[in-house]
C-alpha cells in the first residue's frame, strides 16, 4: 500500500527544465530601520521558503513562470505581499519594511479564554484551541478565537487528534491523547515559535494527528534579543498577570540564552467561587558551536491551582444563574472550593541540530515528573453535602411517587436561597459529633507522572523538487494513581471501607488512615510508545504531492499496591500486559492552477490503540480490561481551494471523516431494569462520522480596512449502535440476568445517526477590522454558532430501558413512540456573538510599548456550550414519572459560557 501510494505521487508529475527567476532584497523593521534575521520569504503556493541572514538580505531562486504572490514574514511582524510576474528576468525588492504587529496579543487572550476549562473534568478544550494558536489561517483564527467561547471544534474532532510537540518532541498524554497546554502555562512570550500544519499536510517533525501539529521551538536563538514585561486584566480566570522575559541574543562565545517567569491570579474567576493561582518559571541555555551544530538545555515549570466549577440542571439555573457554582462556601470569611485542580509537573529537555544545506537532523529528549490532582469531598454514611444534591431540590417533592408536595418543595426552594453554598461549618461539626471516625473528608485523586521521551528526525532535499524524511519517537510514562488525605475536618481517622458492601479498600493495610496517607485506591499504570515514519515530498511546476507511511507500537500494564477486599483474585500485583502495533498511511497532492489558484486533495488511514482511560474498566479496583478490546481506526479524506490574490485570499474545504471501533467507559449511579447500582458502562464498536464544509476568506478593502467571512457548516453523527455492558460495583442485581463476572450485556444501544456532542455544528462569523497609519487599530467580529447537542445517555436507548425491575417484564406503555418522545436528542439554543479587539503602539527612546484590549460576548448574551443527559432514571417507567412536572430531578445538566467579559494587556520591550 505504502509502495502503490507513492507510486501514484509520483506516476502524475514530470519535470521540465526551465529559466529560473532570481528574486532578491532585505528586510527591516518598520521605525528603527533594523534589519530582521530569519524572515521567511516564500512564493504562494510553493512549499519552499528561504530565510534572510543576520543582515536581513534574502535570495531566492525561482523555476516556475507567471503571476505569483511573494510573501515576507517574520515572527510578531505584520506579513508583506507582493504580486510579481516571473519570466526569469532577475527581481530586486530593495528594502521591505516590516510593522511590528501587536495583535500577537491575542495569543494571550487565548489562553486565557482556554484557561478557562468551564467542564469540570473535560479538557479537550484548551487543547483543540490552543492547537490553532500559531496559524495564519483566517478560518481557524476564527474557530480558536471567536467560535472558542462555545467550545467550538474544528471539524468536531477533539484534540487529541492533533499532536503538540516541543523541539520536536511529543507532548501528548496516553491516558486521554491529549496535550496538556496547562505544562507550559503563562510562558507565552517563549513559547510563540510555533510551526504548525493544518489537517493532514506534511511535517517535517511527525506523521501527526488528522486535526493538525504544532511544534513549539524555544531555542534562544530563535527569539528576539531583549526584555519584555507585560502587564494583563481580566475578569475571565484570572483576575491579573505579570510577566517578565530576557532575550540575551547570539553572544561572541555562541551561548544564547533566555529565562522567562510570570504569576497569574484570582481569588474568584467568572465563575463563583473558581480561585487561580498560577507560577511558571522558563530558562534555556544553547550553544552554538558553529553556523551547523547546536546544542539546547531547556527547563520549565508551570505550576497551576484552580477552583472547579459544575455543570448544573435548567432547576439549578433558574434559581441561581449562569455564574453559580455549587462547590465552594466561606471558611473563616474566605472562599473554599471542595474541588480544586493542581497541576505541577516540570519539564526538563536536551535538543541537538545539525544543519546542513542539503539536509537536517534533529533530536531531543526530556523527562518530566510531578503531580496531577484533583481535591474532593468524601462522605460516609452521612447526607450528601452538595447543595444542589437531588433530594434538597423543589423538583424531588413535586416528582414523587406519592404525588406532588408543594409544602416542601417551596420549603427546599427558599433554603437553597438562603443557603446556596456548601456549609464547611456544617461539616467540622458533623465529625465533631459523630467523630472520631470521619463521616467527611477532604481528599485528593493524584496522578504522579514521570515521563521519559527521545525522539529524532532527518530530513533530506535531494534536488529543488525531492524531499525525503524519516522519523522516530519513544515515550514510556510510569503513571502512580492514588487518594491521599489532606484534611479530616475535625476528625482523628478515617475508616478505609466501602459503605456500600462493608469490604476492604486495602486488605493488607491499617484500617484507620490519617492526614497525608493514600487510601481507597493505589495502583500504577505503566506505558510505552514507539513510532517511526518515513515520508516524501514532490515540488513541481503545476503540481506537489507527500506519501507517508508510520508503525508504532503500545503497550500498558497495571500493577496494583492495594489488595481490595471485593476483588481479591484480581486487584494486587501485576495484570494483563495489554499491546497494540498499528500501521498508518497519509498521502496529498496539490495542483497549481496558477500562482494564485490552487487545489489540494489528501486522504489518510490510521490505526491506533485505544487511550488508557478506555482499556482498563476500574482500574481503581482491579486489573480488568474491556472484553475483545480492538484498535480503533480512523479514515479521513479533504479538498481545498484556495486562493491568493493582491486583495483577496482564503480557502475552502470538504471534509469526510469516519472513526470505527472507539471505545467509552463512564461511572455512574443508576437505576435500570436490573437494579440500581453505581456501574461502570463500557460502549464497545462505537463508530462516528464527521463531514461538512469549512471555509475562511479575507479581503483588504483598502490599505487601511480588512473584511473577512469565515464558517463551518458540519454533520457530525453516531455511525452504528454500539455494544453497551455495564458492570455492578458493589450490590447483587438479579443473578439470572448478569454474568459470573459481575456485569451484564445490555446488547445494542440505538445511536446510529444521533447527533455527537461535539460543541457547534454549524458556526458563521463575519469581521472587520481598521489599522490606522499612525499605529492603531480596531476589529469586530459578528459570530452565529448553531446546531450544538448535549451528550447523550446510552444505557436508555437499549432494550433493558423498556423492562420493569418490579416484574422483570416491559412496561405496558413503552411504546415506541412514547419512547422516542421521551428521549428526543437536546439541542441547544443558538448562539449569538460580537466580539470587539483593539490596540495601540508606541516606539520611544528604543522602546516598544503596546496595549491590547478586547471584550468577548458584547452583549453579554447567556448560553449554554454543552451539557449532558444524566444516566440515574435507567427504566421508561422511572424516567416517564420524573418527567411529567416538566422539571425532572435527573434531567441534562449544562454547563455555561462567560458573559461579557475583557482581557487588557499592557506591554513595553527593550
Known amino acids: 500500500m505504502r509502495t502503490t501510494m507513492l507510486m501514484t505521487v509520483l506516476g502524475c508529475c514530470c519535470i521540465f527544465g526551465q529559466q529560473s527567476t532570481v528574486i532578491t532584497g532585505s528586510v527591516y523593521e518598520k521605525g528603527i530601520n ?42 510578531d511582524y505584520l506579513h508583506k505581499e507582493f504580486s510579481l510576474y516571473l519570466e526569469g528576468s532577475p527581481i530586486n525588492l530593495g528594502k521591505i519594511y516590516l510593522e511590528r504587529d501587536i495583535q500577537f496579543e491575542k495569543t494571550d487572550n487565548l489562553i486565557t479564554l482556554t484557561d478557562g476549562d468551564l467542564l469540570d473534568d473535560f479538557e479537550s478544550v484548551s487543547g ?14 476564527r474557530a480558536a478565537f471567536d467560535f472558542g467561547q462555545a467550545f467550538f471544534k474544528v471539524r468536531g474532532y477533539d484534540s487529541r487528534n492533533g499532536q503538540v510537540l516541543i523541539n520536536g518532541v511529543p507532548m501528548n498524554k496516553f491516558f486521554d491523547g491529549r496535550p496538556q497546554w496547562n505544562h507550559w502555562g503563562g510562558l507565552n512570550d517563549v513559547t510563540r515559535n510555533q510551526e504548525f500544519t493544518n489537517g493532514l499536510a506534511i511535517n517535517p517533525v511527525t506523521f501527526g494527528g488528522i486535526l493538525g501539529n504544532t511544534n513549539i521551538n524555544t531555542r534562544p536563538s530563535g527569539m528576539r534579543p531583549g526584555i519584555r514585561l507585560s502587564a494583563s486584566s481580566s475578569n475571565r480566570t484570572y483576575r491579573s498577570r505579570l510577566m517578565a522575559t530576557y532575550n540575551s541574543g547570539a553572544q561572541e562565545n555562541g551561548m544564547t540564552y533566555s529565562v522567562s517567569a510570570s504569576r497569574r491570579w484570582a481569588e474568584e474567576g467568572y465563575v463563583e467561587g473558581t480561585l487561580y493561582d498560577a507560577y511558571s518559571f522558563f530558562g534555556s541555555v544553547e550553544y552554538q558551536l558553529n553556523s551547523e551544530h547546536s546544542i539546547s538545555i531547556t527547563g520549565m515549570w508551570a505550576r497551576n491551582r484552580r477552583g472547579r466549577s459544575a455543570a448544573v440542571s435548567d432547576e439549578v439555573y433558574q434559581l441561581m444563574g449562569n455564574r453559580y457554582n455549587p462547590y465552594w462556601g466561606y471558611q473563616d470569611d474566605k472562599i473554599r472550593n471542595s474541588r480544586e485542580r493542581e497541576i505541577s509537573e516540570p519539564v526538563f529537555m536536551v535538543n541537538y541540530t545539525l544543519e546542513q544545506e542539503k539536509w537536517n537532523l534533529n533530536i531531543g529528549g526530556y523527562y518530566q515528573t510531578g503531580i496531577n490532582s484533583r ?12 447543595p444542589t444534591y437531588y433530594r434538597y431540590l423543589p423538583s424531588y417533592y413535586i416528582n414523587g411517587s406519592f404525588g406532588a408536595d408543594f409544602t416542601n ?58 524531499k525525503i524524511g524519516v522519523g522516530g519517537n519513544y515515550m514510556i510514562t510510569a503513571s502512580e494513581n492514588y487518594a491521599e488525605i489532606f484534611d479530616l475536618l475535625g476528625a482523628s481517622y478515617h475508616e478505609d471501607l466501602d459503605t456500600f458492601s462493608n469490604t476492604l479498600n486495602d486488605a493488607q493495610g491499617s484500617l484507620q488512615k490519617t492526614k497525608g496517607d493514600k487510601f481507597n485506591y493505589h495502583y500504577n499504570l505503566d506505558t510505552s510508545k514507539w513510532e517511526g515514519f518515513g515520508q516524501v ?28 477486599e471485593r476483588y481479591a483474585e484480581n486487584s494486587l500485583g501485576k495484570g ?57 481506526t480512523v479514515v479521513s479524506v479533504d479538498l481545498s481551494y484556495f486562493v491568493r490574490l493582491p486583495n483577496l485570499t482564503g480557502r475552502a474545504s470538504a471534509f469526510y471523516t469516519r472513526f470505527q471501533h472507539e471505545t467509552d467507559i463512564n461511572f455512574f449511579f443508576t437505576d435500570t431494569g436490573l437494579g440500581s447500582d453505581f456501574v461502570q458502562e463500557v ?7 464527521h463531514k461538512g464544509i469549512e471555509f475562511g476568506f479575507e479581503y483588504e478593502a483598502s490599505s487601511s480596512v480588512k473584511l473577512t467571512a469565515a464558517g463551518n457548516i458540519g454533520e457530525y453523527t453516531y455511525a452504528s449502535d454500539p455494544m453497551v455492558q455495564i458492570n455492578f460495583d458493589t450490590s447483587s442485581p438479579e443473578e439470572d440476568l448478569i454474568s459470573t463476572d459481575g456485569y451484564s ?5 440505538q445511536l446510529k445517526g444521533l447527533k455527537l456532542a461535539q460543541g457547534p455544528q454549524t458556526a458563521l462569523a463575519i469581521g472587520v477590522e481598521y489599522r490606522s497609519p499612525k499605529y492603531w487599530w480596531v476589529g469586530a467580529t459578528t459570530n452565529y454558532l448553531t446546531n450544538n447537542f448535549i451528550n447523550i445517555s446510552t444505557i436508555p436507548r437499549t432494550a433493558s430501558f423498556k423492562i420493569d425491575p418490579k416484574t422483570g417484564k416491559k412496561f405496558p406503555d413503552a411504546s415506541e413512540e412514547n419512547i422516542e418522545n421521551l428521549l428526543a436528542q437536546n439541542k441547544m439554543e443558538d448562539i449569538y456573538l460580537l466580539n470587539l479587539v483593539g490596540g495601540k503602539s508606541w516606539l520611544l527612546g528604543g522602546k516598544y510599548i503596546s496595549a491590547f484590549a478586547s471584550v468577548s460576548n458584547l452583549f453579554d448574551a447567556v448560553f449554554r456550550t454543552g451539557g449532558y443527559e444524566q444516566s440515574r432514571n435507567g427504566n421508561f417507567g422511572q424516567m416517564r414519572q420524573d418527567n411529567l412536572s416538566g422539571s425532572p430531578s435527573f434531567g441534562p445538566k449544562y454547563w455555561y459560557g462567560y458573559g461579557r467579559t475583557y482581557f487588557l494587556n499592557l506591554a513595553i520591550s527593550f
Not at 456544617?426 to 465533631?432: E, Q
Not at 514521570?450 to 525531492?466: E, H, K, P, R
Open 34 to 75: 533594523k534589519p530582521i534575521s530569519n524572515a521567511t520569504i516564500a512564493l504562494q503556493g510553493n512549499s519552499q521558503t528561504f530565510l534572510t541572514n543576520a543582515s536581513g538580505e534574502f535570495e531566492l531562486s525561482a523555476t516556475v513562470q507567471g503571476d505569483f504572490i511573494v510573501e515576507v514574514a517574520a515572527k
Open 128 to 141: 483543540s484551541m490552543g492547537l490553532l494558536q500559531s496559524t495564519r489561517d483566517v478560518y481557524l483564527n
Open 375 to 386: 481535591s474532593r469531598l468524601g462522605y460516609y454514611n452521612a447526607p450528601n453535602p452538595d
Open 409 to 466: 418543595a417551596n420549603l427546599a426552594k427558599e433554603a437553597i436561597l438562603e443557603h446556596p453554598q456548601m456549609s464547611w461549618e456544617s461539616l467540622y461539626t458533623a465529625n465533631k459529633n459523630f467523630g472520631p471516625k470521619a463521616s467527611y473528608l477532604h481528599y485528593d485523586d493524584i496522578v504522579e507522572d514521570q515521563t521519559i521521551a527521545a525522539s529524532g528526525t532527518f530530513n533530506y532535499s535531494v534536488n529543488n523538487w525531492l
Open 537 to 564: 515530498e514532490l515540488t513541481l511546476d503545476k503540481w506537489s504531492g507527500f506519501a507517508s507511511a508510520a508503525f508504532s507500537t503500545f503497550e500498558t500494564q497495571r500493577t496494583g499496591f492495594f489488595l481490595n
Open 576 to 632: 494483563e500486559n495489554v499491546s497494540f502495533s498499528n500501521l498508518a498511511y497519509k498521502g496529498g497532492a496539490t495542483y497549481f492552477l496558477s500562482g494564485r489558484h490552487w487545489f489540494t486533495a489528501n486522504a489518510a488511514y490510521l490505526e491506533r490503540p485505544p487511550t488508557l482511560q478506555n482499556i482498563f474498566i476500574n482500574p481503581r479496583e482491579n486489573h480488568g480490561i474491556v472484553n475483545d478490546l480492538q484498535a480503533e
Open 683 to 689: 460502549i464497545t464498536g462505537m463508530d462516528k462520522l
Open 745 to 749: 450485556d445490555l446488547g445494542f444501544a
